[in-house]
């Protein structure tokens, strides 16, 4: 049986985080506003002109289909908003069911993971550390380090993205630079949606 889709070939700049050829997307802290826990911080960047770039994606995007991976790279840039890290919107994936690798490639930081009923992990991101992302758990990467946090992800083509449930809700834990140390704490803006 003959396919349409034919095998590909990407090139990934380990030095730079960059895949190339794929489709990239900035993210800028009033693509994120309302998704840190600061928002007085936030308005305050953003009514002084600033929109500093928070993180961009690299992606290789296949079919939405089954039997389809689409990876590609993030790199998240070093920083805070208040006193909480960086870090990506973060999403579950739309088909509860679907998974997702990450892999290290620079920087330091920690993926926030997350059941729908609030149940949270916290994982070590960098440089050679793998990381499984199983059905049914939001995720969201932060950079807890000076230099920027590179990552490689691969999911299933077909799992789609839930960024709204966690706009709504946040995550249960928060990244916070307290007393010149990293420090996961509850999230006070947290609520499960019943």
């Given at each position: 049986m003959e396919t349409a889709l034919k095998p590909k070939h990407v090139s990934l700049d380990l030095g730079k985080g960059v895949l190339l050829p794929s489709t990239l997307t900035k993210r800028k802290l009033k693509?994120?506003?309302?998704?840190?826990?600061?928002?007085?911080?936030?308005?305050?960047?953003?009514?002084?002109?600033?929109?500093?770039?928070?993180?961009?994606?690299?992606?290789?995007?296949?079919?939405?289909?089954?039997?389809?991976?689409?990876?590609?790279?993030?790199?998240?840039?070093?920083?805070?908003?208040?006193?909480?890290?960086?870090?990506?919107?973060?999403?579950?994936?739309?088909?509860?069911?679907?998974?997702?690798?990450?892999?290290?490639?620079?920087?330091?930081?920690?993926?926030?993971?997350?059941?729908?009923?609030?149940?949270?992990?916290?994982?070590?991101?960098?440089?050679?550390?793998?990381?499984?992302?199983?059905?049914?758990w939001g995720h969201r990467t932060v950079n807890v380090g000076a230099e920027k946090l590179v990552f490689f992800f691969m999911y299933q083509a077909d799992a789609g993205h839930d960024y709204e449930s966690v706009q709504e809700q946040g995550f249960s834990k928060l990244v916070v630079e307290r007393r010149g140390r990293v420090e996961v704490v509850d999230n006070p803006r947290f609520a499960i949606k019943t």
């Open positions: 693509d994120l506003d309302s998704f840190f826990a600061d928002t007085q911080a936030t308005e305050t960047i953003l009514n002084s002109g600033q929109d500093p770039i928070i993180y961009e994606v690299y992606e290789c995007l296949q079919p939405q289909e089954l039997g389809h991976l689409n990876f590609g790279t993030t790199i998240l840039y070093p920083g805070k908003i208040g006193d909480e890290f960086y870090m990506t919107k973060g999403h579950f994936h739309a088909k509860e069911a679907s998974s997702e690798v990450y892999l290290g490639l620079a920087g330091k930081g920690l993926i926030l993971l997350q059941s729908r009923t609030g149940i949270s992990e916290c994982l070590e991101m960098s440089q050679g550390e793998v990381i499984y992302v199983p059905p049914g």
